[in-house]
């Protein structure tokens, strides 16, 4: 843009950048209790907080239209925000959504998209009260921003975590990453062979996991009923290694998770095996699950160890013994974080 | 996207489409007071209602960085979402800034960005409480949330207005249209001839018009420390008669405008001239130029007849005398609005 200094984005990275730009700025309003850095904003409204999350979904880079469906990436684009609201311990409320159309969209394709937009709202009881509607030059562009609500002494961070809380994580974890391999290689079979039929029916778990992921709402509820406080919290949007190291970052601390306490669903655990991925790797690196990671006081440990759907992975420990990896053979290797790169 | 019924979303228009999407949502929350119909959302918090708007901004549709400076749009993309809050009778507290950056962008274009996003920001003290940050595969994409609060019972609506209430136009309109005009013929003339030196210093006011717009938040304060409550506000992004349309449609009214009353800059007016553009088609369809449209009761006439900055240009009246423009000669014509056309 000009001809002075010039730093790549790739440099920094999203993170690096976004730290750069927020460092200048500070609030002026006593009610803003969270700014950037955690999964959603926080103010303070008096007995309760409001929650405010956004995502930008573009096409081609976040998703490719031939193969989402419309209403699923309307259903997606809603559901990875209510699971922002849901890592804060919050209840959703309402949703905006701005899109920019190219004229390749038809009304009719909007209206499909809108569809998963309004199954989204009606599952999670929350309310589209606004939003921007423009023209674009490339494709299909999505803006949501979601609000919610939490009582001020149920609010969960990512900071609250202490040396020996236990590690869960809900459902499983690294289907996403294999339904979206999945798609993509249907994608180049039918782009060297249009006639031929996609066969995705051995593959539906994992591809459900990608294009239609749901928000864990459920768990917050439940774990209101059980009178669990989670210590911290986070949604795995860009894998579950990436997501322990920001609570491990915030919390001062390190981690250790098992091996063999990792839940990989059984059809991810062989999908992966057919494209010679480690499942591990999918579970660990994989993202775009919305799984909630969050950490329990062991007082709490009785109360979920017979949960189906919540599992115990590890503990924190002090941040000096690292971030570990322990492997079925017992090894402790030092766990790595991958996440998504977006630069 | 497939062979069935396909309708262009230039036959339905950008209001034509949001309604048609609209209509099948509706609130489940009883806190969701106002969704989609008017500058903000509107979300019951007690004593205070919370407002939520929000605008998306793609290079090439919204804005030409060619001719438009980085820190200026990022002081514009926040202000006109500020602007919407103040239409409101509201106080701005937070923003969440999205961006998709294309690789063209190194660290110290966004830096520039940011740095008219904090001018805002400071302008008009708001916090920047988070956003998304992704790579896009073309251009820029800006997608800007707001949230302000107010008193429950100084909220002001679109439908408020009564017959005869008075209308009122904050600043001077038409500015902003003359000078995106500017912009483009410079940018002509540059790329017909490369060598050429800008001559902008004779269009500062326009020019400063379409490329820093502010919001009028000065209005809002004098508003109340004059005691007035504004019957119906709007602010204007489309164009003055576009936005007077949502008045009247909303409370049910016809509107009268007078010619001798549009507050047209000597710059503004001079300029349209020179490109043989009629000055009040400028003021009345120009739009971008961000000041306050609003009414007031006859009671408050007296408190703000000698201001300065607020220019009573007509009155609301019964739907049946229609929407009317006075011209210089007494002539009443039919008021004509073009807005912007999104599609």
Redesign the interface.
């Known amino acids: 843009?000009?001809d002075?200094?010039?730093?790549?984005?790739?440099?920094?990275g999203?993170f690096g950048?976004?730290e750069?730009?927020?460092e200048?700025?500070s609030?002026?309003?006593n009610?803003?209790v969270?700014?950037?850095g955690d999964d959603?904003?926080v103010?303070d409204?008096?007995d309760q907080y409001?929650l405010?999350?956004?995502?930008?979904l573009?096409e081609?880079?976040?998703f490719d239209?031939s193969y989402v469906p419309?209403p699923h990436l309307g259903y997606k684009a809603v559901a990875v925000n209510i699971s922002d609201i849901a890592a804060m311990n919050g209840l959703p409320?309402?949703i905006?959504v701005?899109?920019?159309?190219s004229?390749?969209?038809?009304?009719?394709?909007?209206?499909?998209l809108?569809e998963g937009i309004?199954a989204a709202?009606d599952e999670y009881?929350?309310?589209?009260?606004?939003?921007?509607?423009?023209?674009?030059?490339?494709?299909l562009?999505l803006?949501i921003?979601a609000?919610g609500v939490v009582e001020r002494d149920k609010v969960v961070y990512r900071n609250g975590a202490m040396e020996g809380d236990i590690l869960c994580v809900t459902g499983d974890v690294g289907g996403a990453f294999v339904g979206l391999q999945i798609l993509e290689r249907e994608k180049a079979e039918f782009l060297a062979n249009p006639e031929m039929q996609p066969k995705l029916d051995k593959y539906d778990y994992v591809v459900g996991r990608q294009l239609r992921p749901r928000a864990r709402m459920d768990i917050i509820h439940e774990l209101k009923d059980l009178a669990i406080q989670p210590t911290a919290m986070i949604d795995i949007s860009d894998g579950l290694a990436s997501e322990a190291f920001h609570i491990c970052k915030q919390s001062g601390l390190g981690v250790a998770i098992y091996e063999d306490k990792l839940p990989i669903e059984k059809q991810a655990f062989e999908t992966a095996a057919e494209f010679s991925i480690d499942p591990n790797s999918c579970a660990l690196n994989g993202g775009e699950d919305y799984e909630l990671l969050f950490t329990i006081g062991q007082d709490d440990f009785d109360k979920i160890k017979n949960h189906a759907d919540i599992h115990t992975i590890g503990y924190m420990q002090a941040k000096s013994k690292g971030r570990t990896f322990v492997t079925r053979s017992q090894n402790v290797v030092e766990l790595q974080a991958q996440g998504w790169k977006?630069?």
């Open positions: 843009m000009s002075e200094k010039r730093t790549e984005i790739g440099e920094l999203e950048l976004i750069k730009l927020a200048k700025f609030p002026v309003h009610e803003t969270k700014g950037i959603t904003a103010y409204l008096g409001l405010t999350t956004t995502d930008m573009l081609g880079v976040h239209l419309l409320k309402q905006t701005s899109m920019g159309l004229n390749r969209f038809s009304v009719e394709a909007v209206e499909a809108y309004k709202c009881k929350v309310d589209l009260v606004g939003g921007d509607t423009t023209s674009s030059s490339s494709g562009v803006s921003t609000q977006h630069f």
